[in-house]
């Protein structure tokens, strides 16, 4: 609850609802950051979630980088930076499992 | 129930003109459902007719002249957010509203209305939708989904589908419209009605449904399907959201529906999307008779092999 203005705390983004408590929580946001940079690194970008301000670090290989606040944030960076839409379907995503390493 | 946030619950009845919303919902008020929820009917029309046809539900407001889901969308959110204001200024001790159902007009499609409620900056804390109801014409459902995009729209991203007319309609074409609707939108609720109170159906198993020529918008498009994940132990909550959120990013137009309960650090989520809205999840309570982990994704234009290879890329792919 924000003590000025009197509206209950922000819902928050709907994939932050698996975690409630702080250990589970900061769990989540370095897990987050896992799964974002195996999906991140074929297309030349790095996520970086350091676990001490909010939002995540998403950067290109060549050092240019921006701050977004959530997961519907890191897919319109990343469509920006590399000059696509990250799309889960894509052929490299889809590999059957004696495909995978 | 849900774990109570705070927030009001609200129920979205949409169907086609003439389905029968109204004469159902006037059925359930009397029934005692929806008990003390506020009931906000639209209708395209400037003369209200619905409202009168409700009759005496004590807590009724009417938005007449236009559809909530597109040119009345403001009307909606600013009626709403009256609500939500007058609510909050009651003081904790007394009794505040829970529910709103919101029987929309005819012609509305009730994504827009999820997303209003969803993108509003003030809505979103104070409302949730909690379930879209559409109510289908069991005698004219078969002629207005080969005909009108929208009817399909209306039937795709229901929760729960009410054939309404059923004492009237014939067996076989009732039973070719459940196979119909099974199809359109598998993950849905069927029940039947006749003039507001419930009714059996017919089993379907064995009947066709009807084949549906492509709306012209959509010519050349794929059927819509419904895939079964299921989320095992080695999928957790972060990559499937992770996963989610970019499916939905990158395919949120042809992903219609995500609807299931997980299994979280948190406790079991509800979670749901229309498009490319996704409800803030509800933390259910335990009930360990429930199979949980198991997602139904609505939608067209992929294999839904690809989307398993892709979760399972996703949940994994950091071992690598």
Redesign the interface.
């Known amino acids: 609850m924000c003590a000025s203005c009197?509206?209950?705390a922000?819902?928050?983004h709907?994939?932050d609802?698996?975690?409630?408590?702080p250990g589970?929580r900061i769990r989540?946001r370095f897990?987050?950051a896992?799964?974002?940079?195996?999906?991140l690194r074929p297309y030349g970008l790095t996520a970086h979630d350091g676990g001490l301000i909010p939002g995540l670090q998403i950067a290109t290989l060549s050092g240019s980088q921006t701050i977004v606040d959530d997961?519907?944030g890191?897919?319109?960076a990343a469509?920006r930076l590399a000059g696509g839409?990250?799309?889960?379907?894509d052929a490299r995503?889809?590999?059957?499992?004696s495909e995978?390493? | 129930m849900t774990r109570d946030d705070g927030r009001m619950r609200m129920t979205v009845l949409g169907g086609y003109l003439g389905s029968g919303k109204t004469t159902w919902l006037r059925h359930q008020l009397h029934h005692g459902q929806f008990k003390d929820a506020l009931v906000i009917v639209n209708e395209v029309a400037e003369t209200p007719v619905d409202a009168a046809i409700l009759g005496d539900v004590p807590n009724l407001a009417v938005l007449a002249g236009g559809c909530v889901c597109c040119q009345a969308r403001s009307k909606l959110v600013s009626l709403l957010r009256e609500v939500c204001d007058a609510r909050s200024r009651l003081d904790s001790s007394r009794e505040r509203l829970q529910h709103i159902v919101l029987e929309t007009s005819g012609l509305a499609d009730p994504g827009p209305i999820v997303e209003a409620v969803r993108g509003d900056s003030v809505l979103v804390h104070h409302i949730v939708v909690s379930e879209i109801i559409v109510a289908v014409d069991a005698l004219n459902a078969l002629q207005q989904l080969r005909s009108e995009p929208l009817g399909r729209a209306q039937v795709e991203v229901a929760d729960r589908l009410v054939v309404t007319k059923i004492d009237v309609a014939q067996v076989a074409a009732l039973t070719r419209l459940l196979a119909t609707l099974r199809r359109l939108n598998p993950g849905a609720m069927i029940s039947g009605a006749a003039r507001g109170s419930a009714g059996g159906l017919p089993a379907c198993d064995d009947a066709d449904p009807e084949p549906l020529p492509e709306p012209p918008a959509e010519a050349g498009r794929s059927p819509i399907f419904a895939t079964r994940l299921v989320l095992d132990p080695t999928i957790d909550w972060t990559a499937f959201s992770v996963w989610l959120s970019a499916l939905l990013h990158a395919r949120g137009d042809d992903v219609l529906r995500v609807k299931g309960v997980a299994r979280t650090p948190a406790g079991r989520l509800l979670l749901q999307s229309v498009r490319k809205t996704v409800q803030s999840p509800e933390i259910l309570p335990e009930q360990n008779d429930r199979v949980d982990n198991i997602m139904v994704v609505i939608g067209r234009g992929y294999r839904a092999e690809d989307l398993r290879r892709s979760l399972q890329y996703f949940a994994t792919a950091e071992r690598t």
């Open positions: 009197g509206y209950p922000a819902p928050g709907w994939t609802a698996g975690a409630t408590d589970d989540a897990r987050r896992q799964v974002l940079n195996a999906v997961l519907d890191v897919w319109v469509e839409a990250v799309d889960p379907l995503f889809v590999r059957t499992g995978a390493p």
